[in-house]
């Protein structure tokens, strides 16, 4: 197995975590919501071989009948090798990156939606290349 030139540097944090039930959705009768989901990246304290991107997730942001409202912010760590070229760098911080961090806040997401007595919300896999 060769190791990916590509690498996250420890584990993603959770620095901001907002999640509110609707007291107003019925759960027993609005059972077929389409999740509405917004996601953001930014990349910062870039240097030769290394930067931090930071993800927002945001679930049901706008209020017409929604089951609730969550947004998390996490930051992440990544390296690589020398000799990849710009273009590829930035593709994954943009694209790979995100996935990444995506696949760490998913279980957690998940976890929040089922102790708040509804079944567990799971994220589907995003394509992330159009990501800004």
Known sequence: MKKSLFQMK???IITNLKFDVSK???FAIDQSLELEINVKTKIFAKE?????VELELELFPNEKNRPFYLKAI???SFIWAEGLDEKTIEALLKVNAPAIM???IRPIISNITTFSGQPPLLIPLIDLTDNN
């Open 24 to 26: 107003e959705f019925n």
């Open 48 to 52: 030769k071989n290394s930067a931090n």
């Open 102 to 104: 995506l696949s760490y």
């Open 10 to 12: 420890g584990l993603p």
């Open 74 to 76: 996490s930051i992440a």
